[in-house]
């Protein structure tokens, strides 16, 4: 195992100690995930219903810039709805095709927020909106990542700011030799998906 594969099994190590940190908040706050539903106590939502800000409070202590930049937010969500259209149905078409594992949309886009009483319904709407469009840019993100190990799996010789979950598995930049002779190789090495 090369020091590459040997940091990204310490990563994956550690992503698993974060979800059990995670998971131990349920237990902290009174709730409990089953399947894709979240249920409180009942005497927790009803003291969080006791936080609710109403909507009158809520708009009269917005700034103003806040509540003009509003449009602006939500004008971004017809692009963002063409965007998972169009990934979505590459995705479906031409995964198949290259026979690349599919990516499930629903480990990518979470929205929970609603199950939360003590936000009131423009918090819900923003808290709805923020996981659509934070899930879908994962979801396009994972869909580009198996992409580019089928098409053109090559390391960057420049420093990005983020990895993508694949990149582990590319060739080096400049291996022109490795590139020809592994090809093949890398754009089937989906394995560790199954795995998950």
């Known amino acids: 195992m090369n020091r590459l594969q040997e940091l990204v099994e310490q990563i994956k190590k550690l992503e698993k100690e974060l979800y059990a ?11 409990q995930v089953k399947g894709r539903k979240v249920y409180f106590e009942a005497a927790t939502r009803q003291y969080h219903k006791t936080l609710v800000l109403k909507l009158h409070t809520y708009l009269r202590e917005a700034r103003l810039l806040n509540i003009l930049t509003v449009p602006l937010i939500w004008g971004c969500l017809l692009p963002a709805l063409f965007l998972d259209l169009m990934v979505t149905v590459f995705h479906s078409l031409c995964f198949r095709v290259y026979k690349i594992p599919l990516v499930r949309r629903g480990d990518y886009i979470v929205i929970d927020h609603q199950a939360l009483t003590y936000l009131n319904l423009i918090e819900k709407l923003n808290c709805i909106y923020c996981g659509y469009f934070n899930g879908l840019i994962g979801y396009v993100q994972e869909i580009a990542a198996r992409t580019e190990q089928f098409w053109c799996p090559i390391k960057h010789a420049r420093k990005m700011a983020g990895l993508h979950s694949r990149y582990q598995k590319f060739l080096e930049y400049g291996d022109a ?20």
């Open 21 to 31: 940190e995670l998971q131990k908040k349920q237990d902290e706050f009174y709730y």
């Open 177 to 196: 030799e490795g590139f020809r002779s592994r090809l093949g190789e890398v754009r089937r090495d989906f394995q560790d998906l199954n795995e998950k």
